[in-house]
Nanobody, 124 residues
């Protein structure tokens, strides 16, 4: 089993940038597709971005396309989410998750392992 720990959250003004990191330990990282999700207060957890273990497939939700970039470094067992041009509506707890399935997915319930989350707050 893989364990995930997110970092890099914080408070930033609208228009600013943050880079989230998700470090894994345990089972080899390369066996998993990785996703980022977020959950704002009173809302359901929503998909943000996902990347296959081969780096050949990447998905984004429409609201972050052109602003966020997901990447992974399999040698460092880490996945990143670079967030630029942040907006107040990006405020949420951000979670990384690992999926051992074959097909890259946007569906939270398909992910096997979750981190504890990191808070991102964007002020207007």
């Amino acid at each position: 089993q893989v364990q995930l720990v997110e970092s890099g959250g914080g408070l930033v003004q609208a228009g600013g940038s943050l880079r989230l990191s998700c470090a894994s330990s345990g089972r080899p990282f390369t066996y998993y597709a990785m996703g980022w999700f977020r959950q704002a207060p009173g809302k359901e957890r929503e998909f943000v971005a996902a990347i296959s273990w081969t780096n050949t497939s990447i998905y984004y939700t429409d609201s972050v396309k052109g602003r966020f970039t997901i990447s992974r470094d399999n040698a460092k067992n880490t996945v990143y989410l670079q967030m630029n041009s942040l907006k107040p509506e990006d405020t949420a707890v951000y979670y990384c998750a690992a999926d051992s399935g074959v097909v890259l997915t946007r569906t939270p319930r398909m992910y096997d392992v979750w981190g504890q989350g990191t808070q991102v707050t964007v002020s207007s």
